[in-house]
């Protein structure tokens, strides 16, 4: 689908499978940033086959009120962060990297919800996770 001027429409964020794709290009760029990957690859030793479909069911409920995330990522974060304290710069880049990812795929209501609700939960985390550095956006 395109634009009167041939621009691509991309879709907004608004079903489950929209998410789905979301996470996965989110978490494969994760995986090749110089900041992040040592954090998600190395330091959590991710499984990302259990990880992905957790984190898609936990942007659905939020965005679109889907139940099914079930989990703590305080929890989960504060035992990370227990051993590597995580840094206001591994916060900032974890919003930019999603902006950015967002941004090349998708738009409308939906996508800019989710962009809001990512900076809002960076900021909480950074301030609740015991021993992380706050980033305050």
């Not at 995986?31 to 936990?58: C, M, S, T, Y």
């Not at 995330?69 to 206001?88: D, I, K, N, W, Y």
Request: with cysteine; net charge negative.
């Amino acid at each position: 689908m395109t634009t009167h001027d041939s621009q691509p429409v991309r879709p907004d964020l608004g079903d489950p499978e929209q998410i789905s794709l979301l996470v996965d290009t989110f978490y494969a760029r994760v995986r090749q940033d110089d900041l992040l990957a040592p954090v998600f690859v190395g330091q959590a030793n991710v499984d990302w086959d259990e990880h992905l479909p957790k984190i898609a069911a936990f942007w659905c409920k939020l965005e679109l009120g889907i139940p099914g995330f079930r989990g703590a990522p305080t929890q989960t974060h504060a035992r990370l962060s227990s051993v590597e304290p995580f840094r206001a710069e591994q916060f900032g880049r974890w919003v930019a990297l999603f902006h950015d990812t967002i941004d090349a795929g998708w738009a409308g209501p939906h996508a800019e919800s989710i962009k809001d609700r990512a900076v809002m939960i960076a900021k909480v985390q950074s301030q609740m996770v015991p021993r992380a550095e706050p980033w305050m956006g």
